[in-house]
T-cell receptor
Framework: GESVGLHLPTLSVQEGDNSIINCAYSNSASDYFIWYKQESGKGPQFIIDIRSNMDKRQGQRVTVLLNKTVKHLSLQIAATQPGDSAVYFCAGNTPLVFGKGTRLSVIA | DSGVTQTPKHLITATGQRVTLRCSPRSGDLSVYWYQQSLDQGLQFLIQYYNGEERAKGNILERFSAQQFPDLHSELNLSSLELGDSALYFC?????????????FGQGTRLTVV
């Protein structure tokens, strides 16, 4: 089945800097890969997704990169803000299976 | 507000007991997913239903069962509870089943087994 995992459990970033959160997956069956954000005390919330036939997709302040050769996914957050502090999960969609997550802490 | 409603928000029960968690999906969503979140295990996928039928199964214990009713709400039944079952249980819903559509999560039910 699908298996996704995060390279780092925690990441601390200075406010205003860019953040990069990485994820590796083992099953290539997913049509999409998705990033979710979970703030303390809340359920996960969709950030951005990318089709498996794409290499890059940009959203507002976020960019997701997909490298199918090495089965690697990354989420880049530009100009990180305190409100970005949360746990970030990547997931494949067949079914919607998540990795353990990376906790992003933004230092003001 | 995601539009997904989970009840109850908190539940405290004793080992060996049985509980039922309820999820009402967003209006129009046919898929319901259940997840267990504990500190050391992240978000564990348990099971997915689509329009009343089981669609995918994850790491769901035999002591756990779920179903989706004709009105599309879903219930997760946990029986013979153990201390290790203490966790946050999330429900999510989406329009589709395999084609990707954004999944919306409820606020979760925090289960404490004492």
């Amino acid at each position: 089945g699908e298996s996704v995992g995060l390279h780092l459990p925690t990441l601390s970033v200075q406010e205003g800097d860019n953040s990069i959160i990485n994820c590796a997956y083992s099953n290539s069956a997913s049509d999409y890969f998705i990033w979710y954000k979970q703030e303390s005390g809340k359920g996960p919330q969709f950030i951005i997704d990318i089709r498996s036939n794409m290499d890059k997709r940009q959203g507002q302040r976020v960019t997701v990169l997909l490298n199918k050769t090495v089965k690697h996914l990354s989420l880049q957050i530009a100009a990180t803000q305190p409100g970005d502090s949360a746990v970030y999960f990547c997931a494949g969609n067949t079914p919607l299976v998540f990795g353990k997550g990376t906790r992003l802490s933004v230092i003001a | 507000d995601s539009g997904v409603t989970q009840t109850p928000k908190h539940l405290i029960t004793a080992t060996g007991q049985r509980v039922t968690l309820r999820c009402s999906p967003r209006s129009g969503d046919l898929s319901v997913y259940w997840y267990q979140q504990s500190l050391d295990q992240g978000l564990q996928f348990l099971i997915q239903y689509y329009n009343g039928e089981e669609r995918a199964k994850g790491n769901i214990l035999e002591r756990f069962s779920a179903q989706q009713f004709p009105d599309l709400h879903s219930e997760l039944n946990l029986s013979s509870l153990e201390l290790g079952d203490s966790a946050l249980y999330f429900c999510a819903s989406s329009v589709g089943q395999t084609d990707y559509t954004e999944a919306f999560f409820g606020q979760g039910t925090r289960l404490t087994v004492v």
